[in-house]
T-cell receptor, first 112, second 111 residues
Framework: EDQVTQSPEALRLQEGESSSLNCSYT??????LFWYRQDPGKGPEFLFT???AGEEKEKERLKATLTKKESFLHITAPKPEDSATYLCAVQALSNAGNMLTFGGGTRLMVKP | DSGVTQTPKHLITATGQRVTLRCSPR?????VYWYQQSLDQGLQFLIQYYNGEERAKGNILERFSAQQFPDLHSELNLSSLELGDSALYFC??????????FGQGTRLTVV
């Protein structure tokens, strides 16, 4: 069974204080690993897709990396508007439907 | 705006009742997925339809059912509702490459 574990569950940062969020996964063949941002009461918003170990993607203050067992979302010099829940999900090669298995999320709070 | 439309945004109903949630996928997307998000369970896959046919089932209760219509919109029917069914229900559609775009969700409150 595919599993995704995110840590920490919650993270408080001061504005400008860089940090990393972790996503550990076990999957029977990885088709893709996805990062989403979710604001309270809203739907998940796509950030990145990573497909193979060693791959990295960047967008503004966010950078996602992937190894064979985990992914990191690095946040450089965060701003209060980066406050949200960050979700990690995997898509397995074995599943024909391309559904996503999500982790529990990391709730990020950035204080000014 | 993801292009995925869900209605209604909020729904309050009593235990034992039946409700229908509606989803219109992005233009051109043939797949529709339903997910449930509750505080203690996180985002859980319920069911997938592809071009009108059921393709995959996840942790969907027997009291719940879905269908996808010829115009590709989908409906999720929840019946004999219980307090524990209170949650956010999301619909997603996927691009041909498998990238999922989510709607804004329907918040269901069962009282």
């Amino acid at each position: 069974e595919d599993q995704v574990t995110q840590s920490p569950e919650a993270l408080r940062l001061q504005e400008g204080e860089s940090s990393s969020l972790n996503c550990s996964y076990t999957v029977s063949g990885l088709r893709g690993l996805f990062w989403y941002r979710q604001d309270p009461g809203k739907g998940p918003e796509f950030l990145f897709t990573l497909y193979s170990a060693g791959e990295e993607k960047e967008k503004e203050r966010l950078k996602a990396t992937l190894t064979k067992k985990e992914s990191f979302l690095h946040i450089t010099a965060p701003k209060p508007e980066d406050s949200a829940t960050y979700l990690c999900a995997v898509q397995a090669l074995s599943n024909a439907g391309n559904m996503l298995t999500f982790g529990g999320g990391t709730r990020l709070m950035v204080k000014p | 705006d993801s292009g995925v439309t869900q209605t209604p945004k909020h729904l309050i109903t009593a235990t034992g009742q039946r409700v229908t949630l509606r989803c219109s996928p992005r233009s051109g997307d043939l797949s529709v997925y339903w997910y449930q998000q509750s505080l203690d369970q996180g985002l859980q896959f319920l069911i997938q339809y592809y071009n009108g046919e059921e393709r995959a089932k996840g942790n969907i209760l027997e009291r719940f059912s879905a269908q996808q219509f010829p115009d590709l919109h989908s409906e999720l029917n929840l019946s004999s509702l219980e307090l524990g069914d209170s949650a956010l229900y999301f619909c997603a559609s996927t691009s041909p490459g498998g990238l999922a775009f989510f709607g804004q969700g329907t918040r269901l409150t069962v009282v």
